[in-house]
């Protein structure tokens, strides 16, 4: 039995919505009358030349399917139209035209037209009955004119809420008289519209800014703006800054190369994204507001300097691959929850790492910024670069003291490279306590959870401290295990993480330490005797 043809209209439109392609779409529509006319009332409309064979296809399908869903559908609006396409003659131009004229005329709620066409074709022009779709609450623009009668009518986007602009003429004056058409407007995203300069809106909350000729000045006047993403592409320097009246602008995201002077021109900031291919000498940052810095840079270490008394989290990533990509909305690795830590460094180097990197971490901790947790993240080892820490060792740098540890180990080398890592990261600090996380049980490593037990019990003073190690289990919510003996007969064979705790040696522990070593060196003289 066809059950699904009983279904209430809107679910059946809910499970057509999961189409990705039109081809998939229309293999439904076929399968009877009644799914035809289901498919046909469908008031979402994809349209992307790309999934076609033949032009002449695609524009036939375009055509039919827009005039078949305003007949099928008298009263009511389309919930989404996305119009993808190539533009070679003039026909094409005129079919999208009179398609997107009879869709419009019926209403939309989100309206998504990118065009291209070739140098025989004009660039498209939008017809003007898009300024009276006072329903639309998204709206994206690529590569068209906006409506020939735009500056001369009232424009009615009242419910616009996300406006996205690439390759759309423009300048000072359209944008004013646009966003003053969009009084719910919050999200605004602009990509190569050369001729913005100034941005005001009394309810944006998040702009992002694209551009690929050089921009002087960009001046934002917004006083809801929370998120501001500006990416210079071409490496032309970031633009100077007017931002004084957006008081709640807290996180700014930079994909560029030249960022002088571009932090202090954010005086609320809190969480600054920045990807750069650094050039210079130094990397200087300072900011007194400044709480989470995430920076994606081919710049050393050693060659960076933070003035940011207040910063709790620092996310480092040497990795070339993220600086040829955009930040967007949550640019690099994800970053973990780390309210219960303050002043914490999550590194992400790049492929292999060797003795040297290690040397330079060393050297940026002894820059007074304050860290007291480092969170490693490791892909690949080196194990023949870091054999060479021994001769790095001779120089005279004390491991610098962290409260905390954690070492991410996703790689696939034999265990010795994971000793020999572990065996860096200890060189270069002395933490009060240290977590290992790997993909692999350390039932199968259990040399490298002997050798960091050893190495952070060698790290104190004989007799003082006690190292005590947690693991949780699927049988047991902990296993504290507090020595090798019990650590060798009790490694978690599905585990992926433990961690290693070091704790004063109380009193009476050392009271029973020392009655146990007694007894051991009498019980071996009566056997001498």
């Given at each position: 039995m066809d059950r699904i043809s009983q279904l209430p209209e809107s679910i059946v439109h809910h499970i057509l919505s999961f189409c990705n392609t039109p081809a998939e779409l229309i293999r439904m529509s076929v399968l009877s009358k009644s799914w035809f006319n289901l498919s046909a009332s469908f008031p979402c409309l994809y349209f992307n030349i790309r999934y076609f064979r033949t032009r002449e296809s695609f524009f036939k399908y375009v055509e039919y399917t827009t005039s078949r869903f305003c007949q099928q559908n008298v009263t009511a609006t389309?919930?989404?139209?996305?119009?993808?396409?190539?533009?070679?003659?003039?026909?094409?131009?005129?079919?999208?035209?009179?398609?997107?004229?009879?869709?419009?005329?019926?209403?939309?709620?989100?309206?998504?037209?990118?065009?291209?066409?070739?140098?025989?074709?004009?660039?498209?022009?939008?017809?003007?009955?898009?300024?009276?779709?006072?329903?639309?609450?998204?709206?994206?623009?690529?590569?068209?004119?906006?409506?020939?009668?735009?500056?001369?009518?009232?424009?009615?986007?009242?419910?616009?809420?996300?406006?996205?602009?690439?390759?759309?003429?423009?300048?000072?004056?359209?944008i004013k008289h646009l966003t003053a058409s969009c009084p719910l407007l919050q999200n605004f995203e602009i990509r190569w519209c050369h001729g913005f300069k100034r941005l005001c809106h009394q309810n944006l909350r998040k702009v992002w800014i694209y551009y690929n000729v050089r921009v002087e000045r960009i001046d934002i006047e917004a006083p809801n703006l929370s998120y501001l993403f500006i990416e210079d592409r071409d490496g032309r320097g970031a633009p100077r800054m007017n931002v004084a009246s957006c008081r709640k602008l807290t996180t700014v995201s930079y994909f560029g190369n030249d960022f002088t002077g571009f932090l202090s021109q954010f005086p609320f900031i809190e969480n600054l994204y920045l990807a750069t291919k650094f050039i210079g000498n130094s990397l200087m940052l300072a900011s007194h507001s400044l709480r989470t810095l995430v920076l994606h840079s081919n710049c050393d270490l050693d060659n960076i300097e933070l003035s940011t008394p207040n910063l709790d989290l620092f996310m480092y990533s040497c990795n070339p691959r993220l600086l040829r990509r955009p930040l967007g909305d949550k640019p690099g690795p994800p970053v973990r929850d780390l309210a219960h830590l303050k002043s914490c460094m999550q590194c992400y180097p790049h492929d292999c790492i060797d003795a040297l990197w290690f040397v330079k971490l060393r050297l940026f901790f002894d820059k007074e910024n304050g860290f007291k947790v480092l969170n490693l993240y490791i892909r690949a080892i080196c194990s023949e670069k870091l054999s060479k820490l021994e001769k790095l060792k001779a120089i005279e740098l004390p491991p610098y003291e962290l409260e905390h540890v954690e070492l991410q180990l996703d790689t696939?080398?034999?265990?010795?490279?994971?000793?020999?890592?572990?065996?860096?990261?200890?060189?270069?600090?002395?933490?009060?306590?240290?977590?290992?996380?790997?993909?692999?049980?350390?039932?199968?490593?259990?040399?490298?959870?002997?050798?960091?037990?050893?190495?952070?019990?060698?790290?104190?003073?004989?007799?003082?401290?006690?190292?005590?190690?947690?693991?949780?289990?699927?049988?047991?919510?902990?296993?504290?295990?507090?020595?090798?003996?019990?650590?060798?007969?009790?490694?978690?064979?599905?585990?992926?993480?433990?961690?290693?705790?070091?704790?004063?040696?109380t009193t009476r522990e050392k009271t029973t330490c020392n009655l146990t070593l007694a007894i051991r060196l009498v019980t071996q003289l009566s056997v001498i005797c």
């Open positions: 389309a919930h989404r139209l996305k119009l993808r396409a190539t533009l070679q003659e003039p026909t094409e131009l005129d079919i999208v035209n009179r398609c997107l004229e009879r869709v419009l005329n019926k209403g939309v709620r989100e309206l998504e037209i990118d065009i291209t066409n070739s140098s025989d074709v004009p660039k498209y022009r939008l017809p003007d009955i898009l300024l009276s779709v006072s329903g639309l609450e998204s709206l994206t623009i690529r590569g068209c004119y906006l409506p020939s009668s735009f500056m001369l009518d009232a424009v009615h986007f009242k419910s616009l809420i996300q406006l996205k602009l690439e390759n759309v003429p423009m300048d000072d004056e359209v696939h080398e034999e265990s010795s490279a994971h000793v020999a890592f572990v065996d860096a990261v200890l060189w270069c600090c002395r933490p009060r306590s240290l977590t290992l996380r790997s993909s692999v049980p350390y039932e199968e490593q259990s040399d490298v959870v002997k050798f960091t037990f050893k190495k952070l019990l060698e790290q104190e003073d004989q007799g003082h401290t006690k190292i005590q190690i947690v693991s949780p289990s699927s049988a047991e919510a902990q296993k504290h295990l507090m020595d090798l003996k019990s650590l060798s007969m009790a490694l978690p064979c599905e585990g992926k993480k433990l961690s290693f705790i070091k704790e004063e040696v």
